[in-house]
């Protein structure tokens, strides 16, 4: 099967194609070279032609054409994803949504749009049509969609109320293009969305996208401290197992985090500082003072409806998620990052455990997470990286402590989620991208099924480096 690229593109050359070289230099790459170890195998990679499409016939033509001509198709929301997610490995079209930013239908309680809005832009309609605003976003929601937040994120900011995308209720309705001779539209719903959510693009691209909505507040947002980095976390935790207190956001850094990396939050902290990061409803305000004042030892240091610092912060939730790893790495290029799963009921023993053994090498920074109704922590610990081997130890001494790791320094599905294959991503696969042809190189029980994962998996068919 040998791609003919330059036929695919004069074939599709009256659609909005990219003409300028840097372009599709800036349109191959997303946020890979937050892992060091991705930055050395990745940095090379670019799409032979880039590609935006402005509806889901063009879409469909883009797909119809790549198909017949054996071509690669990489789709892009962003480009914000880092785990080299939108990366075309094999080079070929790399297909841009951001022409498909339509909002389609709101009402109480959910919205229906096209997949490339910017989340930022997607919650100000809900607001501005009805009061409403989405559940969870990543906290990229100024710069990612809400395509690239379903096909490649995972939860993020409101998670510690609502829990993941992938959890029944977060997702509604998906629609999805194959990528066949003639490609099919296809309608998820229920158990079916798991086939196509979080699967990076490999085996459909969704053209319209039904989530639910939440009533919007003017949230109260909140820098804390406290000495002990414990009690931090137990604050955060106690405070989202509130049952009448509402919150969106409750993050801990350990120290010193803040003081070393967050630069407008630093004259305001001490290095022995660690600081949580709050979203909290207005009308909880009162329960959660409450709540404050029955925990001596956690002090508020900012609230963003009331504060006397000369610069704003700007907003907290941009200090959470996976900005705190991007403040870090603006200040300490040698700053690269874990996802662990610190599962409930052992998270907290599990997080001093870690911390115990590897601080200040790996600093624990953590976001409350609710699964399946309980309370426990997704840790996004900041990594003073030293070396390939070195990340790998750290990686195998959180497994072995009973941590999972989504190891953020992988290209592929399988090695960045549960390290195992998706039965239902790869069944659909070979039903909706018969030719392997949709972002090849990220689902390894395609390519290579008798995998050990007892190494870092390498794509055969990778571009080569120049
Ligand atoms: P892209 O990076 O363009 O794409 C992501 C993946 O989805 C790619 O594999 C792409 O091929 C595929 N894709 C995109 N659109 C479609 C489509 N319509 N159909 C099929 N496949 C598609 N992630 C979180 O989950 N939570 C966070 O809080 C979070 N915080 C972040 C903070 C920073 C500073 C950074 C750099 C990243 C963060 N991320 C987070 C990762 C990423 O920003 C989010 O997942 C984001 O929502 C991705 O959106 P995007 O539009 O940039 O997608």
Partial sequence: MQPNVAAAKEALSHLDIEQSQAAIRAKSRDFFWYSPVLKARLDHVEADFVVSPRSEAEVIEVLRTCYAHDVPVTTRGAGTGNYGQAMP??????????????????????????????LKDLDAATKAHSGQELRMFSSTWATATIGGFIAGGSGGVGSCTWGSLRDLGNIIRLRVVTMEEEPRVLEFRGEELARVSHAYGTNGIITEIEVPLAPAYDWVEMFLTARDFMQAARFAEGLANLDGVLIKLATVFEAPIA???????????????????????????DGFLTFLSRNPGVEMIYRNDDHDWARGPGAVFEYGWNHTTLRALKVDPSITYLQVRYGFPEHLPLIEKMRDALSPEVLQHLEVLRENGKVMFAGLSLVKFT???????????????????????????????????????????????????????????????????????AYPKMQAAE
């Avoid at 790399?94 to 309680?109: D, F, R």
């Avoid at 070393?260 to 909290?280: C, K, S, T, W």
């Fill in 387 to 457: 070396t390939e081997e070195r990340l790998d130890e750290i990686v195998k001494m959180h497994e072995d402590a009973g941590a999972m790791i989504f190891n953020p320094h992988r290209y592929t599905l399988e090695e960045g989620g549960r390290q195992s294959v998706d039965d239902r991503q790869l069944s659909f696969k070979r039903e909706a991208d018969p030719k392997g042809l949709l972002n090849p190189g990220k689902m390894i029980a395609w390519d290579d099924p008798s995998f050990g994962f007892d190494e870092m998996y």
């Fill in 259 to 285: 003081k070393d990396y967050f630069q407008r939050v630093a004259p305001h902290v001490e290095a022995e500082d660690n600081v949580i990061g709050l979203m909290v409803a207005p009308q909880s305000m």
């Fill in 89 to 118: 490995l094999a080079g070929g079209c790399v297909m841009h949504l951001h022409h498909m930013n339509a909002v389609q239908e709101i009402a109480p309680g959910r919205v229906v749009t096209q997949p490339g809005i910017l």
